[in-house]
């Protein structure tokens, strides 16, 4: 069976947990090595990805190609724009023919259908790197983070404040597979997917829906931010001010835990969805989170090819 990565359930808790043991242990062997130098035991010799990109990416698109490199492999970038895709040929003969040169494919488009499409009619490997739906790529560098900086999945109280957004519905089916709760501080109209909700909650989550930011970030000991007009969405002075009593600033940060941290996936808007003060602050680890897209896209390469 071909493993396809669209979404962390297609993984499940168990080969998660793998991933980070694997991201851990990778990291630490190559720390210090020039960033292009393979790993040693280069695991995926002579394995080539495509990158195929219908929205604009920095660090999926440099961790993705790295992540090749340093496991002896090779990736090649394409903007679908510049491919026959973008000019209406079908995705399931774009899966088809690129199943014949390459070795694996990673998408970001708009519509999760088009990785579903693709998954369907490839015989490699599909990773989901940014849906309107979900972003679980981002999540293994996020939990890895959390890991790293001395904290245990299990019963971990993580809250998001902000858009219902691609993000936060791979935290919360994260959630459910490695049992952690999320409390999320969000207005009316704007909560996350309710299937991934109600999936979570199955798995043992706590999944809890605040309109009141405070009480959604009270005790928390990771706190996580995000745009509040995703890539593709219709902005607006309107959503923006909906958002703005979501904002995470040094108050908001009080009312978790003192030694609470703060992520954010990147690309930020300082003064909107959160202050300087706290992106740029001691609590913020998101320059380890954006490093760690590349070890946690090893870890899910590897897992994708079978070697996890
Ligand atoms: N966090 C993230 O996916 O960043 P890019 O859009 O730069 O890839
Ligand atoms: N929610 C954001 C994430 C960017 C990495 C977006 O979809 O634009």
Redo the contacts with the bound molecule.
Sequence with gaps: MTRHFLNLSDAGGDAIAAMLADAIDRKALRKGWPKGKPDADRPLDGHVLAMIFE?S?T??RFSFEMAMRQLGGSAIVADAGSMQLGRGETVADTAQVLSRYVDAIMLRTDGHDNVEEMARHASVPVINA?T?LS?PC?IVADLLTIVEHGKALPGLQLAWLG?G???LNSIVEAAGLMQFDVRIGCPEGYDPDEGFIGRARQGGAKISIHRDAAEAAAGADIIVA??WI????EGGEAKMADMSPYQVDAALMGQAKPDALFLH???AHRGEEVTPAVIDGPQSVIFDEAENRLHAQKSILRWVFGQL
């Design positions: 929205k990416s660090r999926t940014l309107d972003h981002q858009d957004n691609n993000v995000d745009t995703s890539m593709g969405q996936c990147l690309p």
